[in-house]
């Protein structure tokens, strides 16, 4: 499974933005797919996931202001994010946990990031 993410960029405070990002590959099925992100010298952290039924999960951090959303059929996960803070400024990480196959383990696989930028 490949994850490719997409729509970073530089946006003032309070701007909004959407980021994307695609599976492509041997896939089976995949049941959650998220959104991470790591600022300059801190850890990676969850920002939102969605389960295949659409379930949600959001840190409180961005709770109100993102929301996450997949469209199964096309294998995409979306992130609207708006009132964007500088403190969301980091690069976001895409996520999924899903099989290759019917017979092949569940797995995580890692999309190779996008920088969102937030100017005061």
């Known amino acids: 499974v490949q994850l490719q993410a997409s729509g970073g960029g530089l946006v003032q405070a309070g701007g909004s933005l959407r980021i994307s990002c695609v599976a492509s590959?041997?896939?089976?099925?995949?049941?959650?797919m998220g959104w991470y992100r790591q600022a300059p010298g801190k850890q990676r952290e969850l920002v939102a996931d969605?389960?295949?039924?659409?379930?949600?999960r959001y840190a409180d951090s961005v709770k109100g202001r993102f929301t996450i959303s997949r469209d199964n059929a096309k294998n995409t996960m979306y992130l609207q994010m708006n009132s964007l803070k500088p403190e969301d400024t980091a690069v976001y990480y895409c996520?999924?946990?899903?099989?290759?196959?019917?017979?092949?383990?569940?797995?995580?696989?890692w999309g190779q990031g996008t920088l969102v930028t937030v100017s005061s």
């Open positions: 969605i389960a295949s039924g659409g379930s949600t």
């Open positions: 996520n999924a946990v899903g099989r290759t196959g019917w017979t092949r383990p569940i797995d995580t696989y």
């Open positions: 590959g041997t896939i089976f099925s995949i049941n959650i």
